[in-house]
T-cell receptor
């Protein structure tokens, strides 16, 4: 069965600095990888995905993520953090086509002005 | 013009009662889901429907019964509510190809007293 780990409960970064939110996964087949963001009292919003192709994928709000097959990782990055990026971030994985999308436990990002 | 809408937003009820949560999507998706988010923000899939047919049922007590009258609607009925059912329930939808991201509603916060 597929699983995903987000090793950090909380990430703190100063505004303007680069940010990284870590994610590692485990699947038996080809991983379909996603990042979502959740603001308070809202549903999850899709940021970006990796299915196949270029290992560096770009998404909404200036976020990007790098797929690393050898390290089974899919870390979320942004070159310059904004205070408005403060939210809860979820990594998710699907083991190929129609398997359920499984979410990590979430990482709370706090960007300090 | 909300893409995935859930009602009600808040639901407070007593143990033993029966309640329903409604979900509608106007995105033309053929797959709909129910997720449960607990107090620690952990997200777990409950059900998935594709074209009105149940395709995922993840170890959910049979007090929970989803009903999909058509592709655009997936309602959740809960019988004999228990304290442990208190959580935020999210409806989501997507195309059923495995590549497509999920679109989430804003959640229903259920409190059982």
């Amino acid at each position: 069965a597929q699983s995903v780990a987000q090793p950090e409960d909380q990430v703190n970064v100063a505004e303007g600095n680069p940010l990284t939110v870590k994610c590692t996964y485990s699947v038996s087949g080809n991983p379909y990888l996603f990042w979502y963001v959740q603001y308070p009292n809202r549903g999850l919003q899709f940021l970006l995905k990796y299915i196949t192709g270029d290992n560096l994928v770009k998404g909404s709000y200036g976020f990007e993520a790098e797929f690393n097959k050898s390290q089974t990782s899919f870390h979320l990055k942004k070159p310059s953090a904004l205070v408005s990026d403060s939210a809860l971030y979820f990594c998710a994985v699907r083991d190929g086509g129609n398997t359920p999308l499984v979410f990590g436990k979430g990482t709370r990002l706090s960007v300090i002005a | 013009d909300t893409a995935v809408s859930q009602t009600p937003k808040y639901l407070v009820t007593q143990m033993g009662n029966d309640k329903s949560i409604k979900c509608e999507q106007n995105l033309g998706h053929d797959t709909m889901y129910w997720y449960k988010q607990d107090s620690k923000k952990f997200l777990k899939i409950m059900f998935s429907y594709n074209n009105k047919e149940l395709i995922i049922n993840e170890t959910v007590p049979n007090r929970f019964s989803p009903k999909s009258p058509d592709k655009a609607h997936l309602n959740l009925h809960i019988n004999s509510l228990e304290l442990g059912d208190s959580a935020v329930y999210f409806c989501a939808s997507s195309h059923g190809d495995g590549n497509s991201p999920l679109h989430f509603g804003n959640g229903t916060r259920l409190t059982v007293t």
